[in-house]
């Protein structure tokens, strides 16, 4: 029984640094990323690596891992527990989010963030519908209000899109970054359901320390998928001279990629992590939930524009979350009455 209890507390602990880190990136990435742009940035290829080049770092926490391991089990422990069959499966799924970060980038080049932000709330009901189909994730009312909800603020913004263009895009590419940050929102919403699916197909016990080594590969596929993208775009040769041109001077440059790749890194790792200590649909909510901290940190800093649309919008990606969430809240207390008078 102590050992169960301290399993219990170990995960609870785990849930919540995943949170804070999924917290932390869904928040600064996509606001780093944006000054990118608004500084002189202009390669989306660049971004898109960006958001999983921090991979590296997740070789710390694998070392710390294996460290402890070895003290438990011996000389013949291996520093990586992943199998072939997992390895596959996160070059598949790293292959997907890299396209995944080519649409977001795209998207938040011709976005303001406030717009863009307000799109990727959709990601909770694609999230909703492809966990759904591939884990069977049961279907409430509350889940059909927040999809129906999210869509329908997705759609004031289409409308208004044009309205809201920065000054230097067009029309044309304000409605193409629209759908393309649409296709991120609709392709993370699968990813996220794909690797809950890789989890209870593993054959394998799912440890954290594993997690760690799947986020690690994911990252390095979706990141060799990126820098194949920037080879073939010529992105490498623009770097140096995007830093000498940078509006906040060169060196800031160096450190905006750097905290770019940092941010995300914290994204990905919280999300995966969440998804382990829970289940992706929770990954989805708080991705939604946090919507209004990434809106009045973008009009803080950024000076966007929010009109009317975008506050009806909010409203209802907001109405949608908590519809959604309090749904989740009332399932599980059910599942727990019902646990408990089987246990009587």
Same mark, same amino acid.
């Given at each position: ?13 785990l ?64 520093l ?6 997992? $390895?596959? @499966?996160? &070059? ?6 890299? =396209?995944?970060?080519? /649409?977001? !980038? ?16 959709t ?15 049961k ?19 289409a ?60 990252? $390095?596929? @979706?990141? &060799? ?6 080879? =073939?775009?010529?992105? /490498?040769? !623009? ?71 975008k506050?009806?919008?909010?409203i ?29």
């Open positions: 029984m102590e050992d169960e209890k301290m399993s219990k507390v170990l995960k609870k602990s849930l919540i640094l995943n949170c804070s880190l999924l917290a932390v990136g869904n928040v600064g990435g996509p606001l780093i990323m944006r000054l990118y742009f608004l500084k002189g940035g202009k390669e989306v290829w660049i971004s898109s690596c960006l958001e999983t080049a921090g991979w590296p770092f997740n070789i710390f926490p694998i070392l710390v891992s294996y460290w402890y391991r070895r003290r438990k089990e011996g000389p013949g422990t291996k990586f527990s992943i199998t072939p069959r997992l $390895f596959t @499966a996160c &070059a598949v799924v790293g292959i997907l989010t890299g =396209l995944d970060d080519f /649409f977001y !980038a795209y998207g938040t080049a011709r976005l303001p963030i406030s717009t863009s932000a307000l799109i990727i709330s990601q909770l009901g694609f999230t909703a519908g492809f966990a759904f189909l591939l884990v069977k994730q279907f409430t009312s509350f889940t059909i209000n927040a999809v129906f909800l999210l869509t329908i603020g997705a759609v004031i913004l409308l208004h899109t044009s309205s809201d263009r920065p000054a230097n895009e067009s029309n044309k590419q304000c409605v193409l970054g629209f759908i393309m940050t649409l296709a991120a929102s609709a392709l993370y919403g699968f990813v996220l359901p794909a690797i809950e699916l890789t989890y209870k197909k593993a054959k394998k016990a799912i440890t954290y320390s594993l997690v760690i080594e799947m986020q690690m590969f994911i990252s $390095f596929f @979706a990141t &060799a998928f990126c820098t194949l993208g920037m080879i =073939l775009h010529k992105d /490498f040769e !623009a770097i140096p001279r995007e830093a000498r041109k940078f509006e906040l001077g060169q060196t800031e440059y160096y450190v905006v990629l750097v905290c770019s790749a940092i941010f995300w890194q914290f994204f990905f790792l919280g999300a995966v992590g969440v998804i382990f200590c829970a289940s992706s649909l929770l990954s989805g909510i708080i991705i939604a939930a946090l919507l209004p901290v990434t809106e009045t940190l973008a009009v803080l800093f950024y000076h966007e524009k929010f009109h009317v649309e506050v009806i919008s909010l209802l990606s907001l109405w949608g979350s908590v519809s959604y969430f309090y749904g989740e809240l009332q399932q599980n207390k059910k599942k727990t009455q019902t646990s408990e008078v089987e246990m009587l």
